[in-house]
């Protein structure tokens, strides 16, 4: 079994549930590093191919990667750029006009349950 995130796993659209894709809107010049660094669907599963397995399968998998009583505690997560090595691509002045973004974005008086996608693949080898 591998787990791990595709950029289609990534760039997913922004939603309340999955923030990161906000940051891509934000700042489209983050979506080829965050690209540069992912493996795609494709090619993992044309090295388990190349190294003799023959039977696989891929599955996607939403993980819950915080829970949030506030917007408030979203904002300082990412101001503080806790978690995501992709927010040290942007200055101090960009984290804030982002967060000023996701204050547009986010319901106001309700929990944020953030989740991450991931991408399973099982593989046999004959």
Request: with cysteine; glycine share 4%.
């Amino acid at each position: 079994m591998i787990q791990d995130r595709t950029p289609d796993d990534c760039l997913v659209e922004g939603s309340t549930e999955h923030i990161r894709g906000y940051f891509f809107t934000k700042y489209p010049q983050l979506v080829e590093k965050e690209i540069s660094r992912r493996h795609s669907g494709e090619n993992v599963r044309d090295a388990l191919k190349h190294t003799g397995f023959e039977t696989f399968s891929e599955h996607t998998l939403w993980e819950t990667r915080r829970n949030y009583k506030t917007r408030q505690e979203l904002f300082d997560d990412v101001i503080n750029r806790t978690g995501r090595s992709i927010l040290h691509e942007l200055n101090d002045y960009q984290l804030q006009d982002l967060v000023d973004y996701l204050k547009e974005k986010l319901p106001g008086h309700q929990p944020i349950v953030e989740k991450d996608r991931w991408t399973i693949w099982k593989a046999d080898k004959k």
